[in-house]
């Protein structure tokens, strides 16, 4: 009998294997302690930047039963902070720093990708790391609608083990909004306003040479191919930018959105109508609105509207309302003490709060359980953003239906999906 493999271990633990008679002839002592396979998942972490290096990295690296293996991002000044963060951790020098993220998913010692990159490379570059049998842990959202179902299909088909990084269901603010809401702590539920962070309005720069530690092309990979200019890889400057990303609609909406699809228990579904209007501010380089006006309508007569401003969200219902200001902000509501009221875990019509989205990754992988943020429902939540996005775009209201996942109108689903770039596939790995 051959001796089980390492993810073996991971899937059904040690004592799982010897109950069932396939111990191998021999258990190694690494087998036995604090560093067996079965209690530590591997991680390679792709794009270590402020939010994969500041939020991913340093979450996992908190961790005791996980190990940080190799590091990968196109700028080499990442990568090199990355490893110092790592090594420092691990008091050794052991940490792998890596360019090309094919090289990164073709170890096999790696069971964990780390996705941490621009909106444009989440699903591609997931589906590839699925393709190499890795678990996939993702930062949010999809580029496209299309490229969203593509995603959910390909980790339903596969079993395969994939969370998404986002932390509002985790969030005691947000996860108890949701929850006076489906107990009908208001009332009926009637309507629900969300106002998402205003972002900054970009000039238009010259073309530049691009700096020496970054590998523009691999960092540009399937996006429409365009010069580089000095700020185009800056977080807030990419995000306003159509080919990479969704502005603040998809990048703050992908949270207080997902929080009141919860509440109206839309997160398995969407809207069925939407209407929308956006401000492009010209002359500039943002490509999707700035400010904007989105109004949603759910099946049960639910509306949401969300614009763009100071972040806030609120739930009016026909006994009342809750809400709160800011991010994580004070919870507000017509009478406070509906955040005082306990719920039978019984009978509450929401799931338990879960551990931050990391832990909750780790967890998932050791009970053989879905996380808290699956493919399926990253895929519902940003199809609800570009639902939005492409009303706006069309200037006219249009019916949308959840199931078919279709419009009732020929243009709109044509911009579902976008055509990908196959260039950056023929770069060589250096």
């Known amino acids: ?135 996939v842990f993702c930062e949010k959202p999809t580029l496209t609608i299309a490229e969203g179902r593509e995603l959910a299909t390909a980790v339903a088909r596969r079993k395969a083990m994939f969370a998404v990084g986002l932390e509002d269901r985790a969030v005691i603010y947000y996860h108890k909004l949701a929850e006076v809401v489906r107990n009908g702590g208001i009332g009926k539920l009637e309507r629900i306003k969300v106002s998402l962070q205003l972002k900054p309005v970009f000039a238009k720069e010259a073309p530049v040479k691009p700096p020496e530690d970054l590998d523009y092309e691999m960092w540009l990979g399937p996006a429409p191919h365009r010069p580089y200019t000095p700020t185009l890889t800056d977080a807030q400057v990419w995000r306003q930018i159509r080919d990479f990303s969704g502005g603040s609609l998809t990048d703050w909406g992908a949270h207080l959105v997902d929080t009141a699809q919860v509440a109206n228990f839309a997160e398995a579904s969407g809207p069925v109508a939407v209407t929308g209007k956006g401000v492009i501010p010209p002359n500039s380089v943002n490509t999707v609105p700035q400010t904007y006006d989105i109004t949603y309508t759910y099946a049960n007569g639910v509306t949401l509207d969300v614009t763009a401003g100071e972040v806030s969200i609120r739930f009016e219902g026909t006994d009342g309302w809750v809400g709160n200001k800011g991010w994580a902000g004070p919870l507000a509501a017509s009478d406070m003490n509906l955040f005082r009221k306990t719920y039978d875990p019984a009978t509450n019509k929401l799931w338990k709060r879960p ?23 990253l895929h519902r939540l940003s199809t609800t953003l570009h639902v939005g996005a492409i009303a706006m775009e069309l200037g006219r209201p249009l019916k949308w239906d959840p199931v078919k996942e279709e419009f009732d109108d020929a243009q709109a689903n044509a911009l579902r999906q976008r055509t990908r770039r196959e260039d950056w596939k023929k770069l060589a790995r250096t």
């Not at 939010?51 to 080499?76: E, I, M, P, T, Y």
């Not at 090594?87 to 941490?116: G, H, W």
């Not at 832990?359 to 399926?376: N, S, V």
């Open 355 to 377: 551990e931050r989205e990391q832990r909750d990754f780790l967890d998932a992988i050791k009970e053989g359980r879905p996380p808290m943020y699956t493919a399926e429902a």
């Open 1 to 135: 009998m051959p001796a089980p493999s390492r993810r073996s271990f991971l899937k059904t633990g040690l004592a799982g294997i010897l109950a069932a008679g396939v111990a191998p002839d021999f258990i190694p002592a690494r087998l036995l302690g604090a560093d067996a396979p079965s209690k530590k998942v591997t991680l390679g972490f792709i794009g270590v930047g402020t939010h994969g290096l500041g939020v991913n990295l340093k979450s996992f690296l908190q961790q005791d039963d996980c190990r940080v293996l190799a590091v990968c991002d196109v700028f080499g000044r990442r990568r090199e902070q990355a490893k110092k963060v790592v090594d420092e951790q691990y008091k050794n020098e052991d940490c792998v720093m890596i360019r090309d993220f094919r090289t990164l998913l073709e170890r096999p010692d790696i069971d964990v990708a780390v996705i941490s990159t621009p909106d444009h490379w989440h699903v591609t570059m997931a589906q590839m790391a699925l393709a190499a049998g890795k678990m």
